[in-house]
Protein backbone atom coordinates (compact mmCIF):
# COMPACT_ATOMS: atom_id res chain seq x y z
CA UNK A 1 0.00 0.00 0.00
CA UNK A 2 1.34 3.74 -0.83
CA UNK A 3 2.12 5.84 1.43
CA UNK A 4 1.06 9.97 1.66
CA UNK A 5 2.93 11.38 -1.72
CA UNK A 6 5.65 13.86 -1.20
CA UNK A 7 5.30 16.88 -3.70
CA UNK A 8 8.26 18.86 -4.80
CA UNK A 9 8.85 22.13 -5.97
CA UNK A 10 7.45 23.76 -9.41
CA UNK A 11 10.56 24.85 -11.34
CA UNK A 12 10.16 27.16 -13.96
CA UNK A 13 13.50 28.45 -16.50
CA UNK A 14 12.18 31.24 -18.30
CA UNK A 15 12.49 31.62 -21.65
CA UNK A 16 13.23 27.98 -22.46
CA UNK A 17 9.69 26.42 -21.85
CA UNK A 18 10.90 23.52 -19.84
CA UNK A 19 8.42 23.34 -16.95
CA UNK A 20 8.98 20.67 -14.34
CA UNK A 21 5.66 19.54 -12.48
CA UNK A 22 5.24 18.26 -9.33
CA UNK A 23 5.85 14.49 -8.92
CA UNK A 24 4.47 11.71 -6.59
CA UNK A 25 7.40 9.47 -4.57
CA UNK A 26 5.46 5.96 -4.08
CA UNK A 27 6.83 3.84 -1.12
CA UNK A 28 7.16 0.17 -1.22
CA UNK A 29 6.98 -1.72 1.98
CA UNK A 30 7.52 -5.16 2.53
CA UNK A 31 4.78 -7.21 4.39
CA UNK A 32 5.59 -9.53 7.16
CA UNK A 33 4.44 -13.28 7.08
CA UNK A 34 1.45 -14.32 8.11
CA UNK A 35 1.38 -16.78 11.15
CA UNK A 36 4.73 -15.51 12.38
CA UNK A 37 5.76 -14.52 15.79
CA UNK A 38 9.32 -12.93 14.79
CA UNK A 39 9.29 -9.94 13.02
CA UNK A 40 11.61 -8.87 10.66
CA UNK A 41 13.55 -5.67 9.49
CA UNK A 42 11.59 -4.15 6.89
CA UNK A 43 13.22 -3.12 3.39
CA UNK A 44 11.94 0.08 1.84
CA UNK A 45 12.33 1.09 -1.68
CA UNK A 46 11.50 4.05 -3.11
CA UNK A 47 10.58 4.69 -6.79
CA UNK A 48 10.19 8.11 -8.54
CA UNK A 49 8.11 8.73 -11.36
CA UNK A 50 8.95 11.98 -13.68
CA UNK A 51 5.68 13.61 -14.73
CA UNK A 52 5.76 14.73 -19.04
CA UNK A 53 6.07 18.09 -19.57
CA UNK A 54 2.81 19.61 -19.85
CA UNK A 55 1.67 20.56 -23.12
CA UNK A 56 2.84 23.84 -24.75
CA UNK A 57 1.35 27.04 -26.52
CA UNK A 58 2.05 26.56 -29.90
CA UNK A 59 1.84 30.14 -30.71
CA UNK A 60 4.60 30.92 -27.37
CA UNK A 61 6.92 28.37 -28.89
CA UNK A 62 6.55 29.74 -32.24
CA UNK A 63 7.58 33.21 -30.76
CA UNK A 64 10.27 32.06 -28.59
CA UNK A 65 12.08 30.13 -31.50
CA UNK A 66 11.31 33.05 -33.67
CA UNK A 67 13.28 35.33 -31.01
CA UNK A 68 15.85 33.15 -31.20
CA UNK A 69 16.27 33.65 -34.96
CA UNK A 70 16.16 37.03 -35.34
CA UNK A 71 18.68 38.57 -33.97
CA UNK A 72 17.33 42.48 -33.33
CA UNK A 73 20.38 44.86 -34.45
CA UNK A 74 20.44 47.97 -33.78
CA UNK A 75 22.37 50.67 -36.28
CA UNK A 76 24.97 53.38 -34.16
CA UNK A 77 23.44 56.94 -34.54
CA UNK A 78 24.83 58.36 -37.40
CA UNK A 79 27.02 61.26 -36.83
CA UNK A 80 25.91 65.12 -38.21
CA UNK A 81 28.21 64.79 -40.47
CA UNK A 82 27.11 61.63 -42.08
CA UNK A 83 23.52 62.80 -42.12
CA UNK A 84 24.61 65.90 -44.13
CA UNK A 85 26.70 63.67 -46.30
CA UNK A 86 29.91 64.99 -45.86
CA UNK A 87 31.51 61.84 -45.92
CA UNK A 88 30.78 61.81 -49.67
CA UNK A 89 33.45 64.59 -50.07
CA UNK A 90 36.34 63.16 -51.76
CA UNK A 91 40.07 64.50 -50.75
CA UNK A 92 43.80 63.45 -52.22
CA UNK A 93 44.76 61.98 -48.87
CA UNK A 94 41.52 59.80 -48.30
CA UNK A 95 41.26 60.95 -44.97
CA UNK A 96 38.45 59.64 -42.61
CA UNK A 97 37.21 62.64 -41.14
CA UNK A 98 34.69 64.62 -43.00
CA UNK A 99 36.06 68.12 -41.94
CA UNK A 100 39.63 68.78 -42.07
CA UNK A 101 41.96 71.68 -41.76
CA UNK A 102 45.59 72.58 -41.99
CA UNK A 103 47.05 75.94 -41.81
CA UNK A 104 50.03 77.60 -40.95
CA UNK A 105 49.95 79.15 -37.43
CA UNK A 106 51.85 82.42 -38.36
CA UNK A 107 50.71 83.30 -42.03
CA UNK A 108 47.24 81.13 -41.28
CA UNK A 109 47.84 80.19 -45.43
CA UNK A 110 45.96 76.94 -46.02
CA UNK A 111 48.07 74.11 -46.73
CA UNK A 112 44.87 71.86 -46.80
CA UNK A 113 41.31 71.53 -46.60
CA UNK A 114 37.88 69.68 -46.42
CA UNK A 115 34.58 71.34 -45.61
CA UNK A 116 35.92 73.81 -43.51
CA UNK A 117 33.10 75.41 -43.21
CA UNK A 118 30.77 72.89 -42.41
CA UNK A 119 29.22 73.82 -38.57
CA UNK A 120 29.40 70.25 -36.53
CA UNK A 121 29.05 69.48 -33.16
CA UNK A 122 32.84 69.60 -31.43
CA UNK A 123 32.28 67.04 -28.17
CA UNK A 124 35.26 67.86 -25.83
CA UNK A 125 36.97 70.37 -27.93
CA UNK A 126 34.82 72.75 -26.02
CA UNK A 127 37.00 72.14 -23.33
CA UNK A 128 39.66 74.42 -24.80
CA UNK A 129 37.70 77.39 -24.32
CA UNK A 130 36.44 75.75 -21.15
CA UNK A 131 40.12 76.24 -20.10
CA UNK A 132 40.88 79.39 -22.06
CA UNK A 133 38.36 81.59 -19.85
CA UNK A 134 39.74 79.58 -16.15
CA UNK A 135 43.12 80.64 -17.31
CA UNK A 136 41.76 84.07 -18.61
CA UNK A 137 40.16 84.82 -15.29
CA UNK A 138 43.15 84.15 -13.57
CA UNK A 139 41.34 82.35 -10.91
CA UNK A 140 43.11 80.83 -8.28
CA UNK A 141 44.64 77.19 -9.12
CA UNK A 142 45.22 76.50 -5.55
CA UNK A 143 40.95 76.70 -4.72
CA UNK A 144 40.00 73.57 -3.62
CA UNK A 145 36.57 72.74 -5.49
CA UNK A 146 34.31 69.71 -4.49
CA UNK A 147 32.43 67.51 -7.35
CA UNK A 148 28.72 67.79 -6.67
CA UNK A 149 25.74 66.05 -7.89
CA UNK A 150 25.16 69.20 -10.69
CA UNK A 151 28.34 67.70 -11.67
CA UNK A 152 27.00 64.58 -12.88
CA UNK A 153 26.26 63.92 -16.76
CA UNK A 154 22.46 64.16 -17.30
CA UNK A 155 23.26 64.56 -21.28
CA UNK A 156 24.58 61.35 -22.25
CA UNK A 157 24.65 59.50 -18.48
CA UNK A 158 28.94 58.92 -19.03
CA UNK A 159 30.51 57.21 -15.91
CA UNK A 160 33.70 59.03 -14.42
CA UNK A 161 36.37 57.95 -11.80
CA UNK A 162 35.61 61.77 -9.97
CA UNK A 163 33.15 60.46 -7.64
CA UNK A 164 30.38 62.69 -5.67
CA UNK A 165 32.41 64.51 -3.07
CA UNK A 166 36.00 64.24 -4.56
CA UNK A 167 37.86 67.31 -3.43
CA UNK A 168 40.53 69.08 -5.85
CA UNK A 169 42.23 71.31 -6.98
CA UNK A 170 41.21 74.35 -9.30
CA UNK A 171 44.35 73.28 -11.46
CA UNK A 172 44.33 69.89 -10.72
CA UNK A 173 40.51 69.64 -12.14
CA UNK A 174 42.03 72.18 -14.90
CA UNK A 175 44.69 68.96 -15.44
CA UNK A 176 42.32 66.13 -16.02
CA UNK A 177 39.73 68.37 -17.97
CA UNK A 178 42.62 68.71 -20.59
CA UNK A 179 44.91 65.77 -21.11
CA UNK A 180 41.74 63.01 -19.69
CA UNK A 181 38.51 64.73 -21.19
CA UNK A 182 37.40 64.39 -17.45
CA UNK A 183 34.03 66.25 -17.98
CA UNK A 184 33.18 65.90 -14.05
CA UNK A 185 36.00 68.64 -13.81
CA UNK A 186 35.30 70.92 -16.55
CA UNK A 187 32.01 71.15 -15.66
CA UNK A 188 32.70 72.03 -11.76
CA UNK A 189 35.57 74.73 -13.59
CA UNK A 190 32.13 76.09 -15.00
CA UNK A 191 30.13 76.11 -11.94
CA UNK A 192 32.89 77.63 -10.21
CA UNK A 193 33.16 80.51 -12.15
CA UNK A 194 32.14 84.07 -10.33
CA UNK A 195 28.85 84.45 -11.51
CA UNK A 196 27.91 80.67 -11.27
CA UNK A 197 27.41 78.18 -14.53
CA UNK A 198 24.91 80.24 -16.54
CA UNK A 199 27.65 83.35 -16.63
CA UNK A 200 30.05 81.05 -17.52
CA UNK A 201 28.59 79.71 -20.97
CA UNK A 202 27.35 83.48 -21.24
CA UNK A 203 31.35 83.99 -20.92
CA UNK A 204 32.17 81.49 -23.32
CA UNK A 205 30.11 82.19 -26.29
CA UNK A 206 30.88 86.10 -25.83
CA UNK A 207 34.51 85.26 -26.26
CA UNK A 208 34.07 83.20 -29.34
CA UNK A 209 32.19 86.22 -30.74
CA UNK A 210 35.33 88.54 -30.25
CA UNK A 211 37.77 85.81 -31.52
CA UNK A 212 35.58 86.42 -34.62
CA UNK A 213 33.98 82.78 -34.62
CA UNK A 214 30.74 83.11 -35.79
CA UNK A 215 30.21 79.75 -36.58
CA UNK A 216 30.38 78.79 -32.85
CA UNK A 217 27.91 78.29 -30.25
CA UNK A 218 27.96 76.62 -26.93
CA UNK A 219 25.62 75.66 -24.39
CA UNK A 220 27.63 73.89 -21.47
CA UNK A 221 31.84 73.33 -20.50
CA UNK A 222 32.21 69.61 -21.39
CA UNK A 223 31.09 69.35 -24.90
CA UNK A 224 28.83 66.57 -24.26
CA UNK A 225 25.50 68.19 -25.84
CA UNK A 226 25.40 68.05 -29.66
CA UNK A 227 24.57 71.51 -29.61
CA UNK A 228 28.11 73.08 -28.72
CA UNK A 229 28.84 72.85 -32.29
CA UNK A 230 31.86 74.95 -34.62
CA UNK A 231 33.55 74.69 -37.81
CA UNK A 232 37.16 73.82 -38.70
CA UNK A 233 37.79 77.62 -39.38
CA UNK A 234 36.36 78.79 -35.98
CA UNK A 235 38.17 75.72 -34.07
CA UNK A 236 41.92 77.03 -36.05
CA UNK A 237 41.31 80.76 -34.67
CA UNK A 238 40.51 78.68 -30.93
CA UNK A 239 43.62 76.41 -31.31
CA UNK A 240 45.69 79.68 -32.01
CA UNK A 241 44.38 81.63 -28.86
CA UNK A 242 44.98 78.69 -26.56
CA UNK A 243 48.23 77.89 -27.72
CA UNK A 244 49.30 81.51 -26.51
CA UNK A 245 49.21 80.58 -22.60
CA UNK A 246 51.56 78.35 -21.28
CA UNK A 247 49.88 76.58 -18.98
CA UNK A 248 46.99 75.26 -21.48
CA UNK A 249 50.21 74.31 -23.62
CA UNK A 250 51.33 72.31 -20.64
CA UNK A 251 48.43 70.70 -19.34
CA UNK A 252 47.26 69.57 -22.56
CA UNK A 253 50.40 67.82 -23.73
CA UNK A 254 50.63 66.21 -20.13
CA UNK A 255 51.00 62.33 -21.40
CA UNK A 256 49.76 61.26 -17.99
CA UNK A 257 48.90 62.90 -14.10
CA UNK A 258 48.41 61.33 -10.98
CA UNK A 259 45.92 62.47 -8.23
CA UNK A 260 44.63 61.97 -4.74
CA UNK A 261 41.25 60.39 -4.66
CA UNK A 262 40.52 59.86 -0.78
CA UNK A 263 42.99 57.71 0.38
CA UNK A 264 44.56 56.18 -3.39
CA UNK A 265 46.31 57.86 -5.88
CA UNK A 266 45.23 57.44 -9.14
CA UNK A 267 47.14 57.69 -12.30
CA UNK A 268 44.92 59.65 -15.61
CA UNK A 269 46.36 59.89 -18.72
CA UNK A 270 45.89 61.18 -22.24
CA UNK A 271 43.52 60.77 -24.52
CA UNK A 272 46.05 61.64 -27.25
CA UNK A 273 48.74 58.88 -27.99
CA UNK A 274 50.74 61.26 -30.04
CA UNK A 275 51.95 63.37 -27.47
CA UNK A 276 53.51 60.00 -26.38
CA UNK A 277 55.64 59.22 -29.89
CA UNK A 278 58.90 61.08 -30.15
CA UNK A 279 58.75 62.04 -33.77
CA UNK A 280 55.99 64.35 -32.59
CA UNK A 281 56.49 67.95 -31.84
CA UNK A 282 53.13 69.06 -30.62
CA UNK A 283 52.69 72.17 -28.38
CA UNK A 284 48.75 71.83 -27.59
CA UNK A 285 46.20 69.56 -28.22
CA UNK A 286 43.07 68.07 -27.28
CA UNK A 287 40.44 65.47 -28.61
CA UNK A 288 36.48 64.97 -28.35
CA UNK A 289 34.03 62.58 -29.33
CA UNK A 290 30.43 61.85 -28.92
CA UNK A 291 27.98 59.83 -31.43
CA UNK A 292 26.20 62.95 -32.82
CA UNK A 293 30.24 64.67 -33.78
CA UNK A 294 32.38 61.40 -34.33
CA UNK A 295 35.96 61.23 -33.42
CA UNK A 296 37.36 64.53 -33.33
CA UNK A 297 41.12 65.68 -32.12
CA UNK A 298 42.75 69.60 -32.76
CA UNK A 299 46.42 70.08 -32.73
CA UNK A 300 49.13 72.74 -33.19
CA UNK A 301 52.43 71.20 -33.95
CA UNK A 302 55.72 71.87 -36.01
CA UNK A 303 56.73 70.08 -38.84
CA UNK A 304 60.00 71.62 -41.19
CA UNK A 305 60.44 74.24 -38.89
CA UNK A 306 56.62 75.53 -39.19
CA UNK A 307 54.54 75.79 -36.51
CA UNK A 308 50.90 74.06 -38.14
CA UNK A 309 47.07 73.98 -37.06
CA UNK A 310 45.82 70.86 -37.35
CA UNK A 311 42.00 70.28 -37.47
CA UNK A 312 40.29 67.26 -37.71
CA UNK A 313 36.14 66.52 -37.04
CA UNK A 314 33.71 63.67 -37.44
CA UNK A 315 36.33 61.10 -38.35
CA UNK A 316 34.77 57.80 -38.49
CA UNK A 317 36.54 54.70 -36.29
CA UNK A 318 37.61 54.78 -32.92
CA UNK A 319 41.66 55.11 -34.25
CA UNK A 320 40.88 57.18 -37.56
CA UNK A 321 41.27 60.53 -36.04
CA UNK A 322 45.12 59.58 -35.38
CA UNK A 323 45.69 57.63 -38.59
CA UNK A 324 44.21 61.05 -40.35
CA UNK A 325 47.03 62.99 -38.53
CA UNK A 326 49.56 60.57 -39.87
CA UNK A 327 48.76 60.76 -43.25
CA UNK A 328 48.35 64.72 -43.28
CA UNK A 329 52.20 64.58 -41.20
CA UNK A 330 53.31 62.03 -43.54
CA UNK A 331 52.76 64.33 -46.29
CA UNK A 332 53.65 67.27 -44.96
CA UNK A 333 56.76 65.78 -44.52
CA UNK A 334 57.18 64.29 -48.46
CA UNK A 335 58.38 64.61 -51.74
CA UNK A 336 55.10 66.19 -52.53
CA UNK A 337 54.90 68.77 -49.39
CA UNK A 338 53.79 72.68 -49.33
CA UNK A 339 56.01 73.09 -46.75
CA UNK A 340 59.11 72.01 -48.56
CA UNK A 341 59.08 73.75 -51.41
CA UNK A 342 56.75 75.16 -54.73
CA UNK A 343 53.03 74.41 -54.33
CA UNK A 344 52.69 70.39 -55.06
CA UNK A 345 49.90 69.02 -57.54
CA UNK A 346 48.32 67.25 -54.73
CA UNK A 347 48.07 71.16 -52.81
CA UNK A 348 46.21 72.29 -56.24
CA UNK A 349 44.01 68.73 -56.21
CA UNK A 350 42.90 69.64 -52.29
CA UNK A 351 41.68 72.80 -53.10
CA UNK A 352 39.92 71.71 -56.17
CA UNK A 353 37.95 69.57 -54.08
CA UNK A 354 37.42 70.82 -51.10
CA UNK A 355 33.59 71.89 -50.84
CA UNK A 356 32.59 73.70 -47.89
CA UNK A 357 28.97 73.29 -46.64
CA UNK A 358 27.03 76.27 -47.78
CA UNK A 359 25.85 78.63 -45.12
CA UNK A 360 22.19 77.46 -45.97
CA UNK A 361 22.92 73.77 -45.63
CA UNK A 362 24.23 74.27 -42.27
CA UNK A 363 20.96 76.08 -41.22
CA UNK A 364 19.32 72.62 -41.27
CA UNK A 365 21.20 71.39 -38.99
CA UNK A 366 18.16 69.41 -36.78
CA UNK A 367 17.53 70.85 -33.16
CA UNK A 368 18.83 68.76 -30.51
CA UNK A 369 16.57 68.65 -27.50
Same mark, same amino acid.
Given at each position: ?136 ? +? ?190 ? +? ?39
Amino acid at each position: MLSGAALSGVLLLAGTGVLLLPVQAAEAATSSKAGTKTSKTSSKTTATRTAKPAPRSPRKVAARAAAREVAVVVPPKPSFGQMYGLHDTEDPLDLKSSVALVLDQDTNEVLFSKNPQAVLPIASITKLMTALLVVEA +KQDLDEKITITDDDKDTEKFTSSRLAVGTTLTRGELLHLALMSSENRAAHALGRNYPGGLETFVAAMNTKAQLLGMGDTHYVEPTGLSSRNQSSARDLAVLVKTAHQFPLIRELSTSPEYTVALGRRQVRFGTTNGLVRKSDWDIGLQKTGFINEAGQCLVMQAQMAGRKLIMVFLDSAGKYSRIGDAERVR +KWLLGTTSPIGGPASALTAATAATAVPTPTAAVALTPAVK
